[in-house]
C-alpha cells in the first residue's frame, strides 16, 4: 500500500515503515487503543502534551522544568515517609 502525506513522510523521517503505518492507519488497528487513551486524558483534564501528573498534587503542564519535576517527585516521597510514619526531626519533615 503507498499512501503519500504528510504523515506518511513523517513516519520515513522517523526511520519507521511508512506502507506498515498506512495499512495500521487505513485497517484502524490502533482505533481503540487511541480512544482509551483520549478517554483516559479526558479523565485527566489534560488538554496539553506533555502533562505530568506526579502523585495528587502536582500537575506540569508543557515542556518541564527538571528543577520543578524533581521538588515535585520529593515532595511526594516525602509524603510517602510521613504517611509511613516517619518522624519529623528539628529541620522540618
Do not use: N
Not at 498506512?22 to 496539553?48: D, F, M, P, S
Amino acid at each position: 500500500m503507498r499512501a503519500e502525506g504528510p504523515l506518511h513522510e513523517a513516519t520515513r523521517e522517523l526511520g519507521l515503515d511508512g506502507d506498515d503505518f498506512a495499512r495500521a492507519l487505513a485497517a484502524g488497528t490502533y482505533t481503540a487503543a487511541h480512544q482509551e487513551a483520549l478517554r483516559t486524558a479526558a479523565a485527566h483534564r489534560v488538554r496539553v502534551a506533555p502533562t505530568l501528573l506526579i502523585g495528587e498534587r502536582h500537575r506540569i503542564e508543557g515542556v518541564p522544568d527538571p528543577a520543578r519535576i524533581r521538588e515535585a517527585v520529593l515532595d511526594v516521597q516525602a509524603g510517602w515517609s510521613v504517611a509511613r510514619g516517619a518522624a519529623c526531626g528539628i529541620d522540618g519533615c
